[in-house]
């Protein structure tokens, strides 16, 4: 789901680019620095950032970013102009590329935002190339329990009914052909439930009916 007025503003601001370069950036590198980017996914890019640390940190071959949001891929265009990124808009629980398109996806606190959110692990798994790496780094739906969190809650959209715990985010990456190789917890300012993570795609994945209309393989 689209972000809703505040949160549209927190994600587009001096102080979410540094936190997503020197926290969330940092702990992908941290986790391995060694991802075989040739070709790179972004879901839920929002203004672009993201993709722009994936480029200046990785300097992958090509970078495909996508976003729900129309707004959000207009700013992401301003914001990285390089023939070798293209942005469009794109829901990541139906994903206009072939199987296999990508040697690594990256998700920076995306999937939180989605009802049918095990569409969507799925999509990323069916995009992956075998072998290739999913990198995610998400809020579970214990942040919204605690008294910041249910103050949370009144101010931001989310899917809350359908949102995820920790666990079963996990167990969802293992049904949709992952290896787990790395997580990490964190609870910053004892704010939030934060994971990030890094999955390898199985080379016995289930395979998957490719996207269902307009299907691209840049
Ligand atoms: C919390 S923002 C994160 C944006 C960016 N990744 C960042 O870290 O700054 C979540 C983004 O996911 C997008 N989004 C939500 N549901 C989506 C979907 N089903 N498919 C693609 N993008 C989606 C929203 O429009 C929003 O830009």
């Known amino acids: 789901m689209k972000l809703n007025a505040l949160e549209f503003q927190l994600m587009n601001n001096p ?7 020197y926290y969330e950036m940092r702990r992908f590198l941290a986790m391995d620095a060694s991802v075989e980017a040739g070709k790179v ?8 950032n993201g993709t722009r640390l994936i480029r200046k940190y990785l300097r ?6 996508i976003d729900l949001d129309a707004r959000m891929i207009e700013i992401a265009r301003r914001n990285n102009v390089n023939a070798s990124i293209s942005f469009s808009v794109m829901d990541a629980t139906k994903l206009e590329f072939q199987n296999d ?3 690594a996806v990256f998700d920076f606190g ?20 075998p072998g290739g790496v999913f990198m995610a780094e998400e809020l579970s739906a214990e942040s919204f329990r605690n008294l910041p969190g249910r103050l949370g809650k009144a101010l931001l959209d989310h899917p809350y009914e359908e949102m995820f715990s920790r666990e079963q985010f996990m167990e969802q990456l293992m049904v949709s052909g992952f290896t787990i190789l790395k997580a990490v917890d964190a609870n910053p300012l004892g704010l939030f439930k934060h994971f990030a993570l890094e999955a390898r795609k199985n080379n016995k994945a289930p ?4 996207a269902r209309k307009g299907t691209t393989n840049r």
Not at 60 to 65: G, L, Q, S
């Open 15 to 21: 102080l979410r680019r540094l936190v997503q370069e």
């Open 41 to 48: 996914l972004e879901i839920g890019c929002g203004s672009g």
């Open 60 to 65: 992958p071959e090509r970078i495909d970013a």
């Open 101 to 103: 398109s990508f040697d």
């Open 110 to 129: 995306m999937i939180h935002h989605v009802p049918n959110w095990r569409d969507c692990v799925n999509e990323v798994c069916r995009v992956l190339r």
């Open 207 to 210: 395979r998957r009916i490719h």
